[in-house]
């Protein structure tokens, strides 16, 4: 079993940054792929960026997201920058034990979820 923990979400201006954590506790953390999923009101959930062997985004965070993680902390992380209206979401960190080789990476695909932070981007 795998806990896992956001934090960091909250309210920003249009143009601004924010970086989100997730802490997670249980089975060893770099053994799973990490990734970061969002969901916005009356939309379906989607991938976001994800961490195994490399790096994976969704074409429209692409060098504006950055996704890292810390094995030795477990702890993986966000950076969001240049931030959007439509970047406005719930975000929730995932992980899974599957090798993930091709993106999109899809919700039913991950084995682990936490509860979500909500990142509010003003326009």
């Known amino acids: 079993q795998v806990q896992l923990v956001e934090s960091g979400g909250g309210l920003v201006q249009a143009g601004g940054s924010l970086r989100l954590s997730c802490a997670a506790s249980g089975r060893t953390f770099s053994n799973y792929a990490m990734g970061w999923f969002r969901q916005a009101p009356g939309k379906e959930r989607e991938f976001v960026a994800g961490?195994?062997?490399?790096?994976f985004y969704r074409d429209s965070v692409k060098g504006r997201f950055t996704i890292s993680r810390d094995n030795a902390k477990n702890t993986v992380y966000l950076q969001m920058n240049s931030l959007k209206a439509d970047d406005t979401a719930v975000y929730y960190c995932?992980?899974?034990?599957?090798?993930?080789?091709?993106?999109?990476?899809?919700?039913?695909?991950?084995?682990?979820w936490g509860k979500g932070t909500l990142v509010t981007v003003s326009s």
């Open positions: 995932a992980a899974s034990s599957r090798l993930l080789t091709s993106t999109p990476w899809q919700s039913r695909d991950m084995d682990y």
């Open positions: 961490i195994r062997w490399g790096t």
